[in-house]
């Protein structure tokens, strides 16, 4: 079992920033890939971005290349998606979960392991 817990989330002004932290516990992660997905009221859980645990190894969605990126410390067994640039359709509910394969990373059903989520909510 992983126990993954969001936070970070809060309100910003368009063209700001903000930090997301997911803290992993329960298992080691060297073999697992992380994702971040978003969904926004009315909508479909997307991906976001994802991150293969052991090498670093990143994926995006195309919507936000180049204004966010994900970090680790392995330490602390904790993932961090840094947003910049946000813009109001960045506003949802944003979760952490976790999956046994960086081979599929795309879809909700890939993971195995979802923290609660935490909202942000991008102001124009």
């Known amino acids: 079992q992983v126990q993954l817990v969001e936070s970070g989330g809060g309100l910003v002004q368009a063209g700001g920033s903000l930090r997301l932290s997911c803290a992993a516990s329960g298992r080691t992660l060297n073999s697992y890939a992380m994702g971040w997905f978003r969904q926004a009221p009315g909508k479909e859980r997307e991906f976001v971005a994802a991150?293969?645990?052991?090498?670093?190894?990143?994926l995006f969605t195309n919507s936000v290349k180049g204004r966010f990126t994900i970090s680790r410390d392995k330490s602390k067994n904790t993932m961090y998606l840094q947003m910049n640039s946000l813009k109001p359709e960045d506003t949802a509910v944003y979760y952490c979960?976790?999956?046994?394969?960086?081979?599929?990373?795309?879809?909700?059903?890939?993971?195995?392991?979802w923290g609660q989520g935490t909202q942000v909510t991008v102001s124009s």
């Open positions: 991150l293969r645990w052991s090498d670093g190894r990143l």
């Open positions: 979960a976790a999956a046994s394969t960086f081979a599929r990373v795309t879809t909700r059903r890939d993971y195995d392991y």
